[in-house]
């Protein structure tokens, strides 16, 4: 099994900034693709940003120039420096990864998410 764990969500201001940090352990014997999602009451879960193992990447529009993703193999982290913070950005942010456990497929797992608010 895999496990995510997400740090680094808490309450900041508008225009503020916000580093979050997810960290996987386990019997990992490959880490893929990994990525940040975020959920606002009542809405659906949306893509923010993604990373792949080589360092590609991809933004949401809405979080293009703001927010970078960046990972640390050696680490297994990937990380999510958020800038510029809006109101909107509120939600619960979770991180996924697809990887290879040590006798199981290749599957997404998903963290236990982290709240990321801000105040106007």
């Known amino acids: 099994q895999v496990q995510l764990v997400e740090s680094g969500g808490g309450l900041v201001q508008a225009g503020g900034s916000l580093r979050l940090a997810c960290a996987a352990s386990g019997r990992i014997l490959g880490l893929n693709d990994m990525g940040w999602y975020r959920q606002a009451p009542g809405k659906q879960r949306d893509l923010v940003a993604t990373?792949?193992?080589?360092?590609?990447?991809n933004y949401a529009d809405s979080v293009k120039g703001r927010f970078t993703i960046s990972r640390d193999n050696a680490k297994r982290t990937v990380y999510l420096q958020m800038n510029s913070l809006k109101p909107e950005d509120t939600a619960v942010y979770y991180c996924?990864?697809?990887?290879?456990?040590?006798?199981?497929?290749?599957?997404?797992?998903w963290g236990q998410g982290t709240q990321v608010t801000v105040s106007s």
């Open positions: 990373i792949g193992y080589g360092g590609s990447t």
């Open positions: 996924k990864a697809e990887a290879v456990a040590i006798g199981l497929p290749r599957r997404d797992y």
